[in-house]
């Protein structure tokens, strides 16, 4: 078995990418081809099997190439993640058409484009997972975060509307929605003191009173990627310490 996971240089995808290969290969792909190498290494070190790749999922050239780059071995995706993302932090009266087509490109058309590469021999095999990271903001407003929100939000719908499509075909969808979780990407666009300032104003809205750690997300995502959910289908599974209940 092989699984692909977009974002997988670092963050939740890294974390994920280390737990999935204690019972898969796993491909990790990411823009940052040497942050995706260094991950790739360190799960080989351990006597499991990974394969490293480049890739920018906004673009369907790269998509492709990321495919015909893989070994043979490493082409027959049974799991996908579709994890990777970028964050604009502007209101949306601020931000500019540049940075909304970035961040919707990046989220919404990658999860598209990996999909559209890798369904083909999931339905094929009657068997497949696709697990897509939305957010705890897919269903709340955040002020500066529009388009984060806005991605995530599309992201869900299109987790809901694929689940509907391929459930029958033997291909599980799902999403997973993290609150706020103690990665790099949270932390970008930030000075160190911004950043850490940033944190201190989330603990204290946080049930459990602290940020949540990547490899806690990648234990849903291990979850939902794994028999133990075979009948769970279409949901937006959300490790968020209790931030957001709806």
Same mark, same amino acid.
């Given at each position: 078995?092989?699984?692909?996971?977009?974002?997988?240089?670092?963050?939740?995808?890294?974390?994920?990418?280390?737990?999935?290969?204690?019972?898969?290969?796993?491909?990790?792909?990411?823009?940052?081809?040497?942050?995706?190498?260094?991950?790739?290494?360190?799960?080989?070190?351990?006597?499991?099997?990974?394969?490293?790749?480049?890739?920018?999922?906004?673009?369907?050239?790269?998509?492709?190439?990321?495919?015909?780059? &893989?070994?043979?071995? #490493?082409?027959?995706? %049974?799991? +996908?993640?579709?994890?990777? $993302?970028?964050? @604009?932090?502007?209101?949306? /009266?601020?931000?500019?058409?540049?940075?909304?087509?970035?961040?919707?490109?990046?989220?919404?058309?990658?999860?598209? &484009?990996?999909?559209? #590469?890798?369904?083909? %021999?999931? +339905?094929?095999?009657?068997? $497949?997972?696709? @697990?897509?990271?939305?957010? /705890?903001?897919?269903?709340?407003?955040?002020?500066?975060?529009?388009?984060?929100?806005?991605?995530?939000?599309?992201?869900?719908?299109?987790?809901?509307?694929?689940?509907?499509?391929?459930?029958?075909?033997?291909?599980?969808?799902?999403?997973?929605?993290?609150?706020?979780?103690?990665?790099?990407?949270?932390?970008?666009?930030?000075?160190?003191?911004?950043?850490?300032?940033?944190?201190?104003?989330?603990?204290?809205?946080?049930?459990?009173?602290?940020?949540?750690?990547?490899?806690?997300?990648?234990?849903?995502?291990?979850?939902?990627?794994?028999?133990?959910?075979?009948?769970?289908?279409?949901?937006?599974?959300?490790?968020?310490?209790?931030?957001?209940?709806?």
């Amino acid at each position: 078995m092989t699984i692909l996971i977009t974002g997988g240089g670092s963050g939740i995808g890294a974390a994920t990418a280390r737990r999935l290969s204690q019972w898969s290969a796993v491909v990790v792909a990411d823009r940052n081809k040497a942050a995706a190498d260094e991950v790739a290494r360190e799960i080989i070190a351990d006597g499991r099997k990974a394969f490293a790749v480049e890739v920018d999922v906004s673009s369907s050239a790269s998509v492709k190439a990321m495919l015909e780059h &893989l070994p043979a071995e #490493a082409r027959q995706i %049974q799991g +996908l993640f579709n994890n990777a $993302g970028i964050n @604009v932090r502007q209101r949306i /009266d601020e931000i500019t058409e540049d940075g909304w087509d970035a961040v919707i490109a990046t989220h919404v058309k990658g999860v598209l &484009l990996v999909s559209q #590469a890798v369904l083909p %021999q999931m +339905l094929a095999r009657g068997r $497949g997972v696709v @697990v897509n990271t939305a957010s /705890d903001y897919a269903v709340i407003g955040v002020p500066g975060l529009a388009a984060y929100c806005a991605a995530k939000t599309a992201i869900y719908s299109m987790t809901k509307a694929m689940a509907v499509e391929f459930t029958a075909k033997g291909v599980r969808v799902n999403a997973v929605g993290p609150g706020p979780i103690d990665t790099p990407l949270l932390r970008a666009g930030r000075s160190p003191e911004e950043g850490a300032a940033r944190l201190d104003l989330h603990r204290p809205k946080i049930p459990m009173k602290r940020l949540g750690r990547p490899e806690e997300v990648a234990a849903v995502v291990d979850f939902l990627m794994s028999d133990r959910s075979s009948y769970i289908a279409g949901q937006l599974l959300q490790p968020n310490g209790g931030l957001v209940v709806w």
